[in-house]
């Protein structure tokens, strides 16, 4: 077992420390507070090869592998876990179940210029009406002549504003249960496409969040993603993968929060001296370093599960519940190391506490991530 990182990981992490402390870290506090869109820092990102890490060359991508791209997370999101969050959704949301599902034509316009950065995917899968039961979903689509016609609502759809395609999941056969949903691939602007209003988020305000709303829209009978049918498994197994990009995202934000704890504990001085000679103090910066590497363990061996073509579900699934709660905890800790000075904007520990929430909650809640581990160690679904 080597926990040494590679040259290709190393330079990824190199990369990405950089621009996550010039560019990301002292802009963020801004973003989050006027919802403004890190449009140049995205585009940024792109010009690392950050939009499609491990996406191969050919189809666009930079053909690095999962393990280089939870680096890359990491660090992205310690600077910024609203980029954060806009990475990993065009990364493992988006590209990854097109280069998996798609023919070798449809990847030249559905895959490349999104791997490279040029363009950016969204995931549509949660309805206003259900979330953790995905197969729930109302959105249907049936075939008229030589076109798929949508019609229904998608909810908390994040990229919604700035995404130019969309993996859209809608049942083609109401009788078939969750084996009657397909996979489409909608452009943005589609007539009888429109977006909802922009959601005021709790955090990572400066991504955008908004429902899909689908109209009698039409799209072309090529634009089906996998066979008919294939829908419920293209966004599971996708979302096995995503899993992996929250949890590398939730370890950015919880080592933002225990750096800045950190740095500050050193200085403040209470009772003649810096509060870091405190006991109570070090105590808390202990386990908030402990928590931390241990969640990175999990989340490296979910992904280089994947990358070594193993069963990793189950791995990744467990870094996620386990690194999203670590990131509120760590997170709540430095506001209370900071004290009074962690309630205001002023800091950003107050940001990271609200940016770690939703970890806990998209990509499925950790309710679910517990079902998918039970329902894993209990020999009932083997993931
Ligand atoms: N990969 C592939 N297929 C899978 C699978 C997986 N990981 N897990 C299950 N399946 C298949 C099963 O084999 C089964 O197929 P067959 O019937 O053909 O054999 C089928 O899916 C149904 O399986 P289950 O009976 O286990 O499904 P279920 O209805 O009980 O649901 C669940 C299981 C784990 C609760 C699932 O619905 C789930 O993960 N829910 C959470 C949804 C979620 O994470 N949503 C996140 C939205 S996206 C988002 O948040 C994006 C963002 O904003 C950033």
């Known amino acids: 077992m080597d926990f040494n990182l590679d040259e290709t990981q190393e330079m990824f992490r190199e990369a990405c420390a950089q621009l996550a402390d010039t560019q990301l870290a002292p ?116 075939l008229e002549g030589d076109e798929w016609v949508l019609n229904g609502t998608k909810a908390w759809i994040t990229n919604a504003y700035e995404a130019d395609g969309f993996i859209v999941f809608a049942t083609s056969d109401r009788g078939a249960g969750h084996r009657g949903v397909s996979a489409f691939l909608v452009p943005a602007g589609q007539p009888g496409f429109s977006l909802g209003k922009k959601e005021d988020k709790l955090g990572i305000r400066a991504s955008s969040t908004a429902q899909l709303i689908f109209e009698n829209c039409r799209v072309p009978r090529g634009n089906l993603l996998g066979e008919p049918g294939d829908g419920f498994k293209v966004a599971l197994s996708t979302l096995d993968g995503g899993r992996i990009g929250i949890a590398a995202q939730a370890l950015g934000i919880a080592r933002a929060a225990y750096e800045a704890a950190l740095a500050y504990a050193k200085e403040r001085e209470a009772f003649g001296r810096p509060i870091s000679r405190f006991q109570s103090i070090q105590w808390k910066l202990a386990d908030m370093a402990t928590r931390i590497d241990a969640a990175r363990l999990l989340t490296h061996k979910a992904a280089s599960r994947k990358d070594r073509g193993l069963p990793y579900g189950k791995y990744s699934a467990m870094a996620k519940l386990y690194a999203s709660e670590t990131a509120m905890w760590v997170t709540t800790q430095a506001i ?33 991530q517990r079902i998918v581990v039970a329902r894993d160690v209990m020999g009932e679904h083997a993931n």
């Open 336 to 368: 209370q190391v900071f004290g009074g000075n962690g309630y205001v904007t002023e800091y950003p520990v107050e940001r990271h506490f609200r940016d770690a929430k939703i970890t806990e909650i998209y990509e499925g809640t950790s309710e679910i």
């Open 27 to 142: 802009n963020a506090g801004d973003w989050d507070q006027r919802h403004e869109y890190p449009a140049e820092a995205v585009a940024q990102m792109a010009e690392l090869g950050l939009m499609g890490v491990a996406v191969p060359e050919a189809d666009g991508g930079s053909g690095a592998d999962n393990v280089a791209y939870v680096i890359a997370m990491e660090e992205i999101s310690r600077g910024c876990a609203s980029c954060g969050v806009i990475m990993s959704v065009n990364n493992s949301l988006y590209c990854d179940p097109v280069r998996r599902y798609a023919t070798e034509a449809q990847k030249a316009e559905w895959l490349v210029p999104y791997a490279s950065g040029e363009k950016l995917g969204a995931f549509g899968l949660t309805e206003p009406g259900n979330g953790s039961d995905a197969a729930g979903m109302r959105t249907v689509a049936h």
